[in-house]
């Protein structure tokens, strides 16, 4: 079973940038596709970055024009460039399969912070 390690995250002015990264211990490559997620506090975890195997991106609507989602299958990890972020992007992100099942595990996330 993969697992993975986030880190990247801190406190950040509105406005300001970050890159996260997602580290799996074990070969993902075979992996259709990997995606970042994000909980907000009183929130569901939702989606924000997909890629592909092939390095195909998609994006959520509310971070569109904001991330860039990349791969490297070489050294098995995601990366997450957020840019222009906003108070309301404040929330834990994690990174994981896509689609992801009910059952999956998580990793402890890396906490993410926009405030001035």
């Known amino acids: 079973q993969v697992q993975f390690v986030e880190s990247g995250g801190g406190l950040v002015q509105p406005g300001g940038s970050l890159r996260l990264s997602c580290a799996a211990s074990?070969?993902?490559?075979?992996?259709?596709?990997m995606a970042w997620y994000r909980q907000a506090p009183g929130n569901q975890r939702e989606w924000v970055a997909v890629i592909t195997s092939g390095g195909t991106p998609f994006y959520a609507a509310s971070m569109l024009g904001r991330l860039t989602i990349s791969r490297d299958n070489t050294m098995n990890t995601v990366f997450l460039q957020m840019s222009s972020l906003k108070p309301e992007d404040t929330a834990v992100y994690y990174c994981?399969?896509?689609?992801?099942?009910?059952?999956?595990?998580w990793g402890q996330g890396t906490q993410v912070t926009v405030s001035s």
């Open positions: 994981n399969v896509w689609p992801v099942l009910s059952s999956a595990s």
């Open positions: 074990g070969s993902f490559s075979t992996i259709r596709a």
